[in-house]
């Protein structure tokens, strides 16, 4: 009777360690990390983006860590290696995706695209979706789909004798106007700018690209960094340049400005600019007041070339590591999901989805500093937008196209010269990288 009871003691007291302990890992909340590149005021978008899925999904707790750019594919290689790599990353720069993916470092997201039953591919405007394509399959998804825009201070505009609601239409009125603006001191300074073509995200890939420019034939797998109208685009820069004191003047000027507040387009100081998403939320952050104009970005170039400016975004990947599914949870919510309505209404970035952006509009979301015609114009922009070519050489093109571009300002190199040795360099780059496949 005695060896019965202790039995059925004994037996219970196991079932009831086994419910506490069951107890406990149904309230252990999965921990992942999120990096992210961002610091001040950027940063807090990020943190607000986590917050809200995690309120969204309690079973889940992000910590975010800001990984300095320069450093972050090296910790990248480093955490996955060791095991102990976050679930999702921010990359500046989409091709930077394919970067790390033919690292080895990510994984593809198309297992979880397709047990999905939100995910849409045609609802995603095509070029940012298209250039997260390698090796056929996707490894990223598109943050903030970031169009261009021809934008001008009408302060500025008043000043030099133009009028402030009429924006230059073609390459030669915006040298006219230019010139119109531009300043000297007594001395032969710069005091102020008409417009700088070099001064674009994405340099000069995405000046190129609203000329119609291509780098790359992927019928024959060159690269074509010397197309004639890559050629022609950048003959027209060193020219503009030239005109207006050569690029060491402009840059020992733009040496003056260091950017927020001090930015030399809020200060009356540039009169015109390439813009993207990001200049207006700063226009607002730093001078509220500021009066000026925007349209759709000139496309010059041949007319039977398709134009449209760089798919300008950045990246959310997910890395190798045994919260892979909730990274991809995490960035999908991130990039098309309620996350970013909540951080659009404080930035009035546009989506890579063409369903939320309507929506986000419907639920009368876009901040009031935010003009209605420019998001309407954003939207037409985006369309037209053109992808990057889907290779894992875009990192060393861009960083070749810098250092042979600003050979060409400097007079160094012709621009068909410098162009020609950026097919040359990359072109051995992209050789190296198929033979090891």
Not at 190 to 211: E, K, S
Not at 369 to 381: C, F, H, S, T
């Amino acid at each position: 009777m005695i060896r019965k009871l202790l039995a059925s003691l004994l037996t219970l007291s196991m079932l009831l360690v086994l419910l506490v302990a069951v107890g406990v890992d149904a309230g252990k909340k999965v921990v992942i990390e999120y990096w992210h590149p961002y610091g001040p005021p950027w940063d807090e978008l990020q943190q607000m983006m986590a917050d809200l899925f995690m309120k969204a999904n309690p079973d889940v707790e992000i910590v975010c860590k800001m990984v300095p750019w320069d450093s972050m594919f090296q910790k990248l290689a480093v955490a996955v290696a060791s095991g102990t790599a976050p679930a999702a990353a921010h990359l500046w720069g989409s091709w930077q995706a394919i970067a790390v993916a033919d690292m080895g470092l990510t994984v593809p997201l198309d297992p979880y695209m397709k047990k999905d039953p939100t995910w849409d591919p045609k609802d995603v405007f095509p070029a940012f979706l298209e250039q997260f394509h390698y090796k056929g399959q996707y490894v990223g998804l598109p943050w903030a789909a970031q169009p261009t825009s021809l934008c001008w201070n009408k302060q500025v505009f008043r000043e030099s004798g133009l009028d402030p609601e009429l924006p230059p239409k073609s390459l030669e009125e915006l040298e006219a106007y230019a010139s119109k603006i531009t300043l000297e001191d007594s001395r032969g300074k710069l005091v102020r700018i008409g417009f700088l073509p070099q001064n674009i995200w994405g340099g000069f890939l995405n000046w190129a690209y609203h000329w119609g420019g291509s780098f790359y034939d992927e019928k024959t797998g060159k690269i074509t960094a010397s197309d004639p109208v890559n050629v022609q685009a950048l003959e027209w820069q060193v020219n503009f340049l030239n005109k207006f004191g050569g690029i060491e003047e402009i840059t020992a000027w733009q040496a003056g400005f260091t950017g927020g507040e001090n930015d030399p387009f809020i200060l009356g100081k540039l009169g015109m600019m390439i813009a993207s998403h990001y200049h207006y939320y700063s226009f607002h952050r730093y001078k509220p007041d500021l009066e000026y104009g925007f349209a759709r970005p000139l496309l010059p170039g041949p007319p039977d070339r398709k134009k449209g400016p760089l798919a300008h975004c950045d990246a959310m990947v997910v890395l190798k590591s045994k919260n892979a599914e909730y990274g991809y949870k995490f960035i999908k919510f991130a990039v098309m999901g309620e996350a970013w309505l909540e951080r659009s209404k404080i930035s009035a970035h546009p989506s890579p989805s063409r369903r939320l952006n309507k929506r986000f509009i419907e639920l009368g979301l876009l901040p009031k500093w935010y003009p209605m015609a420019l998001w309407e114009q954003n939207m037409e922009v985006l369309e037209i937008a053109r992808p990057h070519p889907a290779i894992p050489v875009i990192p060393k093109l861009m960083d070749e196209l810098s250092a042979q571009v600003d050979l060409a300002y400097r007079g160094k190199k012709t621009p068909r010269s410098a162009l020609k040795y950026v097919d040359e360099v990359v072109q051995r780059e992209l050789d190296k990288n198929l033979k090891k496949r």
